[in-house]
């Protein structure tokens, strides 16, 4: 799914308890749905002592925020996003407020020759390769169940021979 914002991004969060600050995406992780922004959501770490760090200490940094809770800053306002195609087939982030490109999402496309979604033929030939591996399987299956039958029905034979 497409993303409103991308590392660069000059963005202002528009609610919890950072609502109104403003600052650039340093990362974004799409996963969880989650955003660091510069200088918003500051969190104070305790570091343990190490070789690097003897003395330790407290360390404050930025947290992630959901990306639900930002927007890009178009003129000191939030803006929403769209995204446009364009006729050479590229995509671009579009501010809603101004209309102002935000960026590219991918450049120009070339357009497939036909366009047209593929022939019912090739769909069949594919959906009998699919029936081919399918039914190897089975066969596979079957084959491997006779031998074991085979197996058994010889072990009881014997034993009956030895009795």
Known sequence: MPRHVRKGDTVIVTSGKDKGKTGAVLHVYPADDRVLVQGVNMVTKNIRPTQANPQGGV?????????????????????????????????????????????????????????????????KKTAKKASKKAQAK???????????????????????SES
Do not use: Q
Not at 98 to 115: C, F, T
Not at 145 to 155: L, N, R, V
């Open 138 to 160: 089975k066969t596979a299956k079957k084959a491997a169940t006779k031998k074991s039958t085979k197996k058994t029905a010889k072990k009881a034979a014997s034993k009956k």
């Open 59 to 123: 360390v404050h940094r930025e947290a992630a925020i959901h990306i639900s809770n930002v927007s890009p800053v178009i003129d000191g306002k939030p803006s929403r996003v769209r995204f446009e195609r364009k006729a050479d087939g590229s995509k671009v982030r579009v501010a809603v407020r101004g209309g102002s490109e935000l960026g590219v999402v991918h450049g120009p496309r070339e357009k497939k020759p036909g366009g047209a979604p593929a022939p019912a033929a090739t769909r």
